[in-house]
């Protein structure tokens, strides 16, 4: 298996975790079927609705669409402001490769994160559906290529970009930003994460993938989500690592991954996003392939989390635990979201 994904994977620069999905190799049924194909998924909470953004699986090249639910079961068909979209890419930075949003309100805006051109780019709207626009269409200033951002908001009001970098691999780091969002702080760049355990390199490939960055703060502490494995590789799964600041440093939990096949029982499990409902309940939202044999299109999926006391040698801490006995998929219209 590790010889295959080596000469079928790696041949290309890895962890493009946007790609385009491949979807010749799927059968008529998905073109009519409810399920909803998006890979790098994101949701949010907003006045009673729930809004989900993602790479969009047929073509990621023109924007990001929005479907919204009001129980996370039942979901709407695309309802961006133009055409279904939320953000179209005539009104900001970049013509392909849209993938990995991240959508968050400040101060009464709506700001979206997002990847284009293997840049990362912010635009805004005071709509959760968009229009997303920018002033000014230009990506976020690097020496490198970078992609994924997850934007955190600490209590103290300071704004950190985590994000990968290509650079020999996947890499994952956090720079503190601008007050506007603007641009990081240079001075600030920290690396976070690499894929250097066993789990997060199965295919022993040369350029190692760490990715889809979300973290949130809890007890003082912050658990810095991430996926490993190229996500091509059905062994694509989820970890977390923990920090007693934004920087870290981020020590990985040992019981990782906490999303994987062995554990859900799909193929490709990983980049996502954590986040709460109306009761306050967490939720990890992420993709998986499309079968076990193909990758693309990639389905959207939810699975319930929360944090759960765990001793460890020292003291007990609380673990980041997901139900994977209550996985499901994210379907259009009255189905009630399920296992396939």
Known sequence: ??????????????????????????????????????????????????????????????????????????????????????????????????????????????????????????????????????????????????????VFIDDDGKKYLYHVRLTEGNRLFVAEMADDFSAIKPETLQECITADEPWENTAGAEWPVAEGPSVLKHNKLYYFIYSANDFRNPDYAVGFAVGESPYGPWKKYKGNPIISRAT???????????????????????HTHYSKSSVGPRKSAVVPARFTPVQTDQDTMDVLTVDEEHFYYLKLGTHLGQRE
């Open 1 to 150: 298996m590790r010889t295959v994904w080596i000469l079928l994977v790696w041949a290309v620069v890895l962890g493009c975790s946007g790609d385009a999905d491949n979807s010749s190799k799927i059968g008529a049924d998905a073109e009519v079927d409810s399920t909803i194909y998006l890979a790098d998924p994101t949701i949010i909470h907003h006045e009673g609705n729930y809004y989900l953004y993602g790479t969009v699986a047929r073509d990621a090249d023109q924007g990001f669409l929005v479907y919204t639910s009001s129980d996370m079961r039942t979901w709407s068909e695309p309802q961006g402001a133009k055409k279904g979209y939320a953000l179209r890419k005539e009104d900001v930075y970049g013509d392909k490769g849209f993938w990995a949003p991240q959508v968050f309100l400040y101060q009464d805006k709506f700001y979206l994160a997002y990847t284009a051109n293997e840049q990362i780019a912010i635009a805004e709207s005071d709509s959760p559906l968009g229009p997303f626009t920018q002033a000014k269409k230009d990506s976020l200033a690097a020496p490198t290529k970078q992609i994924d951002p997850f």
């Open 264 to 286: 859900i029982g799909e193929s490709g499990t990983g980049h996502g996003d954590i986040f709460q409902d109306d009761r306050g309940n967490l939720h990890y939202v992420f």
